[in-house]
């Protein structure tokens, strides 16, 4: 992830998964009116979906940072892209894409009904010191040597100091913060001496697998199922002792370092600034990077309750996460302590289609060029 591509978010990590049939729940905004579909990607006629998307300047921004930062992803998508700010400036209306040249393939979702899943990261500001000192005691890491093959200590190893101090790159007043940082794969560090903040972008991790620990405080009987967010694993830290709040984070045995940055923006997987809820991170075996994805996202209270309405979105797939697989997008929401409130809240569904120039009989939806970039190199997975 990002910055959140590293992301193994602790609330995308918790599926609710869904049967199907139209008598189920929708009190996170599943739908279960499209009938059933039967493949991944569906080509529909036009999509079943109401509204016009909310955000065509910020699709535009996050165009332009792809243009500047991606020449080659942009080149591949540029035919898309322009049928789609033709689109948007013309009204965005669903039932016109094909006047703009445009194909819609609908995902089927985590039920095979198109009820996607949408989770959400952010990038969290840290306090920091350079150097331990009163409530500064929890050490951020810059990645580490490893020898070829083999595994850097584990987490419970490195909080009791298996790792050499010339690795540090600062230290926090929380490890839970710390941990939080972690998991949305970067964030910027504010030091308190009146410079910049200072962005850690994702340097690596231990190759350790990633366990959850939300799914560990449920499994404990610590914090319902139905209740688990971002806010309720850090309402348990603070109810919980420090020795308490390490112990939990022990259980998750992958760590990721960071790589200190001066005056550097948020970026993807793909080496793009993300412009919020502009981008996604998803999976790269389904969803090359730089493709453009017309959602139909659920809208929540500021308690994190579904409202029972929906906002259409265009946003593009640059990002990539751990926990993020098959029919699902991680919706980067931003910076700082708003952002990550309704991060920490988003695990919802609702509707996907990829947007697309109409190819010829015969072209397959994604290029060979697209599929290659996906699984090569151009993008770093945790």
């Not at 010191?129 to 190893?157: C, H, I, N, V, W």
């Not at 998803?282 to 493709?291: M, S």
């Not at 708003?338 to 120039?357: E, I, Q, S, T």
């Amino acid at each position: 992830m990002k910055a959140g591509w590293a992301k193994y978010l602790v609330t995308g990590t918790l599926l609710a998964l869904l049967a199907g049939c139209s008598s189920k729940p929708t009190d996170r905004g599943q739908q279960y009116k499209d009938g059933k579909l039967d493949q991944p990607l569906a080509l529909v006629n036009q999509p079943n979906a109401k509204g016009r998307p909310v955000n065509g300047k910020d699709f535009a921004d996050q165009v332009s940072q792809i243009r500047f930062a991606s020449s080659g992803m942009y080149s591949r998508q540029a035919g898309t892209y322009s049928a789609i700010e033709s689109w948007l400036m013309a009204g965005g209306d669903t039932r016109q894409l094909r006047q703009f040249g445009l194909d819609a393939y609908q995902m089927e979702g985590t039920d095979n009904y198109g009820n996607v899943q949408f989770t959400g990261y952010y990038t969290p500001v840290l306090q920091a010191r350079y150097t331990r000192q009163g409530e500064f005691q929890y050490p951020l890491y810059r990645m580490p040597p490893r020898a070829k093959g083999r595994k850097l200590p584990s987490r419970a190893d490195i909080y009791s100091g298996a790792l050499d101090e010339r690795y540090i790159a600062g230290y926090s007043n929380s490890l839970m913060d710390n941990f939080i940082m972690d998991v949305q794969g970067s964030g910027y560090v504010d030091y308190g001496d009146g410079r910049p903040l200072t962005f850690f972008g994702y340097g690596g991790k231990n190759g350790h697998p990633y366990r959850s620990i939300g799914k560990v405080l449920i499994d404990r009987g610590e914090v319902k199922r139905e209740d688990m967010s971002m806010q309720a694993i850090r309402k348990w830290g603070e109810d919980h002792s420090p020795a308490e709040v390490r112990e939990l984070l022990e259980q998750n045995p992958s760590f990721v370092f960071f790589k200190p940055e001066n005056f550097a923006p948020v970026r993807g997987a793909s080496a793009v600034p993300l412009v919020a809820k502009a981008s996604v991170a998803a999976d790269r075996a389904l969803i090359p990077p730089g493709t453009a994805l017309l959602a139909e996202i659920p809208l929540l209270d500021n308690n994190g309750k579904f409202t029972g309405k929906y906002e259409m979105r265009i946003m593009v797939s640059l990002d990539v996460g751990g926990a993020i697989k098959g029919q699902h997008f991680d919706i980067y929401q931003g910076i700082g302590p708003d952002a990550g409130h309704m991060a920490g809240w988003f695990n919802h569904y609702g509707r996907v289609w990829v947007l697309k120039n109409a190819p010829g009989a015969g072209t397959p939806l994604f290029s060979s060029a697209q599929n290659n970039a996906s699984q090569s190199g151009l993008l770093v997975s945790q």
